[in-house]
């Protein structure tokens, strides 16, 4: 994958690299904010999405899997590490 990068002349960009396990605050899809409530979860970064430019994430209430594409990542901060 890299010499079809070095051939063509570019290097690829490693900006849509993220730490594995690191917490995120992910936004709440339009149907589910509310004006007074919070307008982000927080998750854990668990890995890319298959079939699109998107990261997948696991929510730390209720342990459920989703996919966004924007998200802030705190790659210093582990929130699963305690619980190993």
């Not at 594995?20 to 004006?35: F, Q």
Request: aromatic fraction near 16%; proline fraction near 4%; glycine fraction near 6%.
């Amino acid at each position: 994958m890299f010499m079809k990068f070095k051939n063509e002349g570019y290097s690829p960009s490693l900006n849509y690299l993220r730490e594995w396990g690191c917490l995120a605050k992910v936004g709440l899809a339009d149907p589910k904010k509310t004006n007074i409530g919070p307008k982000t979860y927080d998750c854990v970064f668990i890995g890319y999405a298959q079939n699109s430019a998107a990261y997948r994430f696991m929510s730390l209430s209720d342990h459920s899997i989703s996919e966004a594409r924007d998200a802030e990542f705190f790659e210093h901060v582990f929130s699963l590490k305690k619980d190993l």
